[in-house]
């Protein structure tokens, strides 16, 4: 969340990046609208016939490959990107970006195919196949196009939904492999690249800054951290209803540059499966000796971290994550966790420096078993006076609350939450009721910090 009151944030990020970024963004697609006029696209709209269709289809096709690269650049894992706009809107921007460009790469091809044929005179069917077979780069691709397919399908809310993380995590992959077979075709063939040096030099560039991007910031960077800090798994806890705290140490932690409430992706070297990764948040303060995460038993891969043992090489990538207490500056602070949304929010009443008595904890479960941390929540409540509020029982429809207490507003719940900051961090949907509770109860925005579940 971003603050007014300081020309730089407290990251050393400058205030202005995230609308810098966001203005770029941005004029990425008036330069390809101002380039694709350059190269005649409206005469030859405004001129009608085939040549018209092919016009509309190669724009469709260029804002589909500018928008096929922004978004790879939004989930480069870039670290001013993350802290600017955090991963939550990120991961909401690459999704759109995602069926967007897929959505206009279909009208390219739509259009740009019957146009074709209608200018040769020729069958659109083989049009295709002249255009696949005779033209470089159209078979790269074709295949580049399926792979991207596959993303897209399995992206829909629904199909998600069938997946376990690390399947669909690993199909995701193949997105990578889509971009880059499918845009190099407009660089050997496309109308509007081989006349223009402009564009040439524009499209080069931006396909050098993605490409770069991600080996930079997805590749090498974790590969320097691993090596730097060799983490290895020091102690396995059970927690006690599926849950399992992994305590990790390694060389040089006081250098990791982690927050309280943020995350890795962590993969554990402990057999097949160990090239999947997994989204695990920090559940206690990064200490200069030791980390720690706790994982709820969901699937194959969080029900493999109770079996690890202690010795076992570890690998991350990250930090990541803005539910920190990056913008906090004193005062009451309120937190709500549903279930094992509480990792995140524990390390951070361990690690804000609230006075005692200003913190309060809502803390979502189905039952009190299913409550976690409860000796390190008492020493809390005891030691710095954090008020716990267990919220038990069978989520009420479209609320944030069990049934008993639907109706209560946060305002009823912690009064003058209006003033205080705001940490919240669950599933999507539960998380959106609170949000759209706490914005009710007069909340600002640069106030509310969240970290969703979802993927």
Not at 35 to 40: E, F, R, S, Y
Not at 58 to 64: C, E, K, W
Not at 419 to 444: M, N
């Amino acid at each position: 969340m971003t603050t007014s009151a300081a020309p730089v944030r407290r990251d050393g990020t400058p205030w202005w990046w995230a609308d810098a970024a966001g203005i770029a963004a941005g004029a990425s697609l008036i330069v390809v609208a101002a380039l694709w006029v350059h190269g005649g696209g409206v005469t030859e709209v405004t001129g009608g016939g085939w040549a018209a269709v092919t016009a509309a289809g190669r724009l469709a096709g260029l804002f589909a490959a500018d928008l096929m690269l922004l978004q790879v650049l939004l989930l480069a894992r870039i670290p001013a990107v993350e802290r600017a706009f955090g991963q939550d809107r990120l991961a909401r921007w690459h999704r759109w970006t995602g069926f967007t460009s897929f959505h206009l790469m279909a009208v390219h091809v739509l259009l740009i195919v019957p146009g074709y044929a209608g200018q040769a005179h020729a069958n659109a069917f083989a049009e295709l196949w002249d255009l696949l077979t005779g033209y470089p780069g159209m078979l790269l691709a074709a295949a580049g196009t399926a792979a991207l397919v596959m993303v897209t399908v399995t992206s829909v809310r629904a199909a998600r939904r069938r997946l376990r993380y690390e399947s669909w995590h690993l199909l995701h992959l193949y997105a990578y492999l889509g971009v880059g077979l499918a845009l190099p075709h407009q660089l050997w063939t496309g109308e509007d690249f081989i006349g223009s040096t402009a564009a040439r030099a524009y499209w080069w560039t931006l396909y050098a800054v993605a490409a770069g991007a991600v080996l930079v910031f997805r590749a090498g960077l974790p590969l320097w951290r691993n090596r730097r800090h060799a983490l290895r798994v020091g102690e396995v806890r059970a927690e006690g209803s599926g849950l399992t705290s992994v305590y990790l140490r390694g060389r040089r932690l006081d250098r990791l540059p982690v927050r309280a409430g943020q995350f890795f992706l962590w993969r554990f070297l402990d057999g097949p499966g160990w090239s999947r990764a997994n989204p695990y948040s920090l559940s206690g303060p990064p200490r200069d000796d030791v980390l720690r995460i706790t994982v709820k038993d969901l699937g194959d891969g969080s029900a493999r971290v109770a079996t690890l043992r202690p010795g076992t090489r570890v690998l991350i990538e990250g930090p990541y994550g803005r539910l920190t207490g990056e913008s906090y500056r004193g005062g009451p602070v309120t937190m709500l966790a549903c279930g094992v949304g509480v990792t995140p929010l524990l390390a951070l009443l361990w690690d804000l420096p609230y006075n005692t008595g200003e913190a309060t904890l809502l803390y979502r479960a189905r039952t009190a078993a299913d409550l976690a941390f409860r000796d390190e929540l008492a020493w809390l409540a005891r030691h710095r006076g954090v008020r716990v509020v267990p919220l038990l029982g069978p989520r009420a429809a479209g609320s944030w609350l069990p049934r008993d207490l639907a109706g209560t507003t946060l305002g009823a719940a912690v009064p003058g939450v209006a003033g205080h900051h705001v940490y919240v961090c669950g599933p999507q949907g539960w998380t959106d009721a609170v949000l759209r509770e706490a914005r009710a109860a007069g909340v600002r925005p640069e106030r509310l910090h969240t970290e969703r579940f979802a993927w």
